[in-house]
């Protein structure tokens, strides 16, 4: 890839950009046409097919992020969200965080996890006997009710037994629930894992003595964990009245709070969402199993907590670390079919799902470090505060050039508001008509 063509990306216009990217090497001169032609949308025969009573498509606008180096590779990023800032801010701290190396980013071993939920189960410690010493049985009949994804190197690997009992006076019997894990490839996996649990609930059934409630995936994902980490030159952090030493220490207390006040925590871990979700959605993947599993894993020691942790080395550099579940996909479902999404994932030079999870926790630590240090120097909305003033000009009814000129007089006024973006125009077309 050659990053010379993506210069002062923010500054060029729509056509520039995208010839830019093509310059750079980053999409094909199909997907170059494809953009200038705006033909990304779902045709009404695809679209229909999707879901259950289909009347239209609803867009997400699309960017791509850029300096991002993971794991020494340069990296454009395409991201779907409606959101003004998130993109900018994401690139601009990739920027920073490259100065340092970039991200490193490690995967566990890549595997879903199956549950066969059993309910009245007589005798619980011999049923768990009976599944434990049946792993080998269970694993191939599992393995028997898909074999396509066997043939494909994966399939079913262990069997794992839960006892789930209520520690309160609530009334909740005692249930058994039957773990399968599960190498699903380059797919999600949500076909896969279903399949196998309803093939196997029957004989989980006969060992148990039980009667299987439920047999599906379970969304969190703890077999499948991608980590990013960074080094950021503490004289990087330096800005404005703050020194790289202050801004360090306020970006790790910051996240300190994160950690023990839940209240923070949850808009702390939404700004790494901001990040994670927007590849998600421009890779087409499930960003609700992800959302779900990634917020339970925040609250894995008892209590929701923050996600990323700072803290600074022995130089006084800042150190940042991330680790979410990411049962994400390269195969299967909408990432076939969607345009958009295709286009995505040429941009990303078609990663298998292991480098995609490298990719999506490195956004996700990158969006963290933007927010909390805007967060804990400037304040927040100064960065939101351009493109906001642009929405208001849109939904004032600017076009065109117009739509600068009425969002740089809102950013100086007093009042930044619809009413005052309104009146702004009204001045700029009238001072036109004379």
């Known amino acids: 890839m050659d990053t010379t063509h993506l210069s002062k990306f923010y500054k060029k216009s729509h056509i520039e950009k995208i010839d830019s990217l093509f310059l750079a090497g980053v999409i094909s001169k199909k997907e170059k046409d494809r953009l200038m032609s705006q033909s990304l949308e779902l045709d009404v025969d695809t679209g229909n097919n999707m879901i259950e009573n289909y009347i239209s498509n609803y867009s997400l606008p699309m960017g791509v992020a850029l300096n991002y180096v993971i794991d020494k590779e340069e990296l454009v990023v395409p991201m779907a969200i409606e959101e003004p800032s998130v993109i900018a801010a994401s690139s601009f701290a990739a920027k920073i965080i490259g100065s340092g190396g970039g991200f490193k980013t490690t995967v566990s071993q890549r595997q879903m996890i199956g549950q066969v939920t059993l309910k009245n189960v007589d005798d619980i410690h011999a049923a768990v006997k009976n599944v434990e010493d049946a ?10 009710a898909y074999p396509s994804i066997v043939k494909r190197g994966g399939g079913a690997r262990s069997v794992s037994v839960r006892i789930l009992e209520d520690d309160t006076d609530s009334g909740i019997p005692t249930f058994l629930s039957v773990h399968v894990h599960i190498d699903t490839q380059e797919a ?3 076909n896969i894992v279903n399949t196998m649990m309803e093939g196997i609930a029957p004989y989980i059934e006969e060992l148990t003595g039980g009667k299987a409630l439920l047999r599906i995936l379970t969304n969190y994902a703890t077999e499948c964990l991608a980590t990013a980490t960074c080094e950021i030159p503490v004289h990087k952090l330096k800005t404005g009245e703050f020194s790289g030493e202050e801004v360090r220490d306020r970006i790790i207390e910051a996240t300190q709070v994160a950690t023990i006040d839940p209240y923070r925590a949850v808009t702390h871990n939404k700004g790494i969402m901001n990040g994670v979700d927007a590849v998600i959605v421009a890779t087409g993947n499930d960003w609700r199993a992800i959302e779900a599993g990634v917020h339970a894993y925040a609250s894995r020691s008892g209590q929701y ?18 680790t979410l579940p990411l049962p994400i996909g390269t195969v299967g479902g909408s990432i076939s079919i969607h345009p958009a999404a295709k286009l995505a994932h040429a941009i990303l030079n078609h990663p298998k799902a292991h480098k995609l999870e490298r990719i999506i926790v490195s956004v996700g ?11 804990v120097t400037e304040g927040i909305q100064k960065g939101h505060m351009g493109l906001h003033a642009r929405s208001l000009a849109i939904s004032a009814g600017a076009k065109g050039d117009h739509v600068q000129q009425v969002a740089d007089i809102l950013k100086k ?3 930044k508001n619809l009413q005052r973006a309104k009146n702004i125009l009204l001045n700029l077309l009238d001072e036109f008509d004379r």
């Open 188 to 190: 999600m996996g949500a």
């Open 365 to 375: 630590l990158a969006q963290n470090f933007a927010a909390v240090r805007a967060l």
């Open 135 to 144: 792993e080998q049985a269970i694993v191939e009949r599992a393995n028997e």
């Open 305 to 322: 907590r923050s996600l990323t942790t700072w803290s600074k080395n022995d130089k006084g550099d800042l150190v940042g670390k991330l």
């Open 413 to 415: 006024s007093k009042h």
